[in-house]
């Protein structure tokens, strides 16, 4: 079945952490998304990759790092310097980047809690 | 003003009313238009995907945009518990690019 996996689903961490969620697609997507979801704010985007070994900055990309050394696979991690990390992290991705192409395809989120 | 507004509900019907969500956009240049659903504790998925103005059909569900008002609605028919979920209305931001703007998502209940 083609989709994308996130892995954990839940992780647990100490503050002054890093910590690095997984995100692999077997759907040949070009482009890949990490959103943040907290309640009463819906999805806010922290990095996208439209293309291997190259991504961008979204809206709330500070304390988040990301990478894209293949094309299924964008790991993020959180980093210590992020100050609210406790979320529901969706990673997605669409088959390309242009206009009309805003189809996401979601995983099932990892929820992360810093103790 | 955010660019794209929700109320975030929650909503709850009877089992068999027609729900209507709704969303309004604050950029005209907006033409692509979409609605997921997301159940609890699970990613979103897409339900609906319109291009500019118009009414598109799908089974029970329908989505309308209305550029001049600036108004997105979603309406299921013949609601059913298995409707019940967060939906979130999203458009893509402008520009070159298929950047999607979210809204906060409304939660809906529907009752047995």
Redesign the interface.
């Given at each position: 079945d083609g989709g994308?996996t996130?892995s954990p689903k839940y992780l647990f961490r100490k503050e002054g952490q890093n910590v690095t969620l997984s995100c692999e697609q077997n759907l040949n997507h070009d482009?890949m998304y990490w959103y943040r979801q907290d309640p009463?704010?819906?999805?806010r985007?922290i990095y996208?990759s439209q293309i291997v070994n190259d991504f961008q900055k979204g809206d709330i990309a500070e304390g988040y790092s990301v990478s894209r050394e293949k094309k299924e696979s964008f790991p993020l991690t959180v980093t210590s310097a992020q100050k609210n990390p406790t979320a529901f992290y969706?990673c997605?991705s669409?088959i390309?980047?242009?206009?009309?192409?805003?189809?996401?395809?979601?995983?099932?989120?990892s929820?992360l809690t810093v103790l | 003003q955010k660019e794209v507004e929700q109320d975030p509900g929650p909503l709850s019907v009877p089992e068999g009313a027609i729900v209507s969500l709704n969303c309004t956009y604050s950029n005209s240049a907006f033409q692509y238009f979409m609605w997921y659903r997301q159940y609890s504790r699970k990613g979103p998925e897409l339900l609906m995907y319109t291009y500019s103005s118009g009414n598109k059909e799908d089974g029970r569900f329908t989505a309308q945009v209305d550029k001049s008002s600036k108004y997105i609605s979603l309406f299921i028919r013949d609601s059913q518990p298995s409707d019940s979920a967060t939906y979130l209305c999203a458009t893509e931001g402008g520009g070159a690019t298929n950047k999607l703007i979210f809204g906060t998502g409304t939660l809906l209940a529907v009752q047995p």
């Amino acid at each position: 079945d083609g989709g994308i996996t996130q892995s954990p689903k839940y992780l647990f961490r100490k503050e002054g952490q890093n910590v690095t969620l997984s995100c692999e697609q077997n759907l040949n997507h070009d482009a890949m998304y990490w959103y943040r979801q907290d309640p009463g704010q819906g999805l806010r985007l922290i990095y996208y990759s439209q293309i291997v070994n190259d991504f961008q900055k979204g809206d709330i990309a500070e304390g988040y790092s990301v990478s894209r050394e293949k094309k299924e696979s964008f790991p993020l991690t959180v980093t210590s310097a992020q100050k609210n990390p406790t979320a529901f992290y969706l990673c997605a991705s669409s088959i390309g980047t242009g206009l009309g192409t805003g189809e996401l395809f979601f995983g099932e989120g990892s929820r992360l809690t810093v103790l | 003003q955010k660019e794209v507004e929700q109320d975030p509900g929650p909503l709850s019907v009877p089992e068999g009313a027609i729900v209507s969500l709704n969303c309004t956009y604050s950029n005209s240049a907006f033409q692509y238009f979409m609605w997921y659903r997301q159940y609890s504790r699970k990613g979103p998925e897409l339900l609906m995907y319109t291009y500019s103005s118009g009414n598109k059909e799908d089974g029970r569900f329908t989505a309308q945009v209305d550029k001049s008002s600036k108004y997105i609605s979603l309406f299921i028919r013949d609601s059913q518990p298995s409707d019940s979920a967060t939906y979130l209305c999203a458009t893509e931001g402008g520009g070159a690019t298929n950047k999607l703007i979210f809204g906060t998502g409304t939660l809906l209940a529907v009752q047995p």
